[in-house]
């Protein structure tokens, strides 16, 4: 069993590291903001749900992929960065129609999961950085070092849940601020688009 000292010092780690600007909660503050709180907390669950699927891939030694292979790092991210110009462009094209009406498009709950889901996983920086941190706080004499892992990845999952909850809060409330102001919508949508498209250039770029 992992000691208790380790694990709240990773749960600090961890914390700290969803509160430091990245793609995922650049995301969720987004769609808070454009869609509400609820939309902020439908794309956190499916960002931990992908953290669910990186979790295990360095339990079961599957991560050592990206690490080791250039073709499939490449692919990987080749797959995060057009997913993200795929949101750029509707967002761009959300913001257009917004123009002509008065009744801001709504995007179901299950569409929102999915995005996180997809937006995580199609990340390989992720599954590197789970590959590099998580083993740091396991230690073979204290058991399982696959069940350790399993446990770190929740602490960590628990940590993004608090911290991104709070900014899909924040960012909601902000949203319906702005919401009432002419035009902000319209604009919102237009900093999301540019953003995605800032997401996807930074991941084409990222090096193995």
């Not at 749960?11 to 939309?39: E, K, W």
């Not at 960065?81 to 750029?88: D, V």
């Not at 960012?171 to 102001?181: E, P």
Request: aromatic share 10%.
């Amino acid at each position: 069993m992992i000691p208790v000292e380790t694990m709240l010092l990773f749960f600090a780690a961890s914390t700290a590291l969803a509160v430091a600007p990245g793609p995922d909660n650049i995301f969720v503050l987004t769609q808070s903001a454009l869609y509400g709180p609820r939309a902020g907390i439908a794309v956190t669950l499916g960002l931990c749900t992908g953290l669910l699927v990186h979790t295990a891939m360095v339990a079961l030694g599957v991560a050592v992929l990206f690490q080791n292979s250039a073709l499939a790092f490449d692919l990987l991210k080749t797959a995060g960065a057009l997913y993200l110009l795929y949101l750029a462009w509707q967002a761009f094209r959300a913001g257009a129609a917004e123009l002509h009406t008065d009744n801001p498009r709504r995007i179901p709950p299950l569409r929102l999961y999915l995005r996180g889901i997809v937006m995580n996983v199609t990340n390989p920086k992720v599954a590197l950085f789970f590959l590099a941190f998580l083993p740091q706080f396991t230690d073979p004499a204290q058991g399982s070092v696959t069940l350790q892992i399993g446990i770190l990845g929740g602490i960590f999952i628990i940590a993004t849940l608090l911290v991104f909850g709070s900014v899909a809060w924040f960012a909601g409330a902000l949203g319906k601020w702005l919401a009432q102001r002419p035009g902000a919508h319209v604009v919102m949508h237009r900093v999301a688009g540019t953003l995605f498209v800032a997401l996807a250039i930074k991941l084409i770029l990222v090096e193995q």
